[in-house]
């Protein structure tokens, strides 16, 4: 399960730093891109703070297993990544009828909390 556990932790941490990266440093490209219609009408800070809140989550995946300390900071920050898809789905996606984006926000809801529950066992 160990393993399992780490591939999808680097795999969930690539993803986020990746769509966060763009959130946090390009938000007009966000915002004109016709797929993200959560983003149209929102301001820059809005945007980037999710995305600064996804690159965050993602280097606490990562970093624990970089430098072989604060082993407590993967399943937090795992669970702080499922708290932004709660988040998107029910305040933002739900609200607005944005179904089709649901499957991806819960595939990776389900995946953090999987990293979550691995990580937190192994600290225990």
Do not use: C
Not at 49 to 73: K, R, T, Y
Not at 106 to 118: E, I, N, Q, R, T
């Amino acid at each position: 399960m160990n393993i399992a556990v780490l591939i999808i932790q680097i795999s969930l941490a690539s993803l986020f730093a990746l769509v966060g990266g763009s959130k946090a440093f390009a938000p007009n490209k966000i915002r004109e891109n016709p797929k993200m219609t959560w983003a149209h009408g929102k301001g820059d800070g809005y945007i980037r703070s999710i995305g600064l809140s996804e690159i965050l989550g993602a280097v606490g995946l990562v970093l624990p297993l970089a430098v072989s300390a604060i082993p407590w900071l993967t399943p937090l920050a795992a669970v702080g990544l499922a708290a932004i898809q709660l988040l998107a789905i029910f305040t933002v996606h739900l609200p607005r009828k944005e179904y089709q984006v649901l499957p991806l926000n819960v595939v990776l809801l389900m995946l953090s909390v999987f990293v979550a529950y691995g990580r937190w066992s192994a600290v225990q």
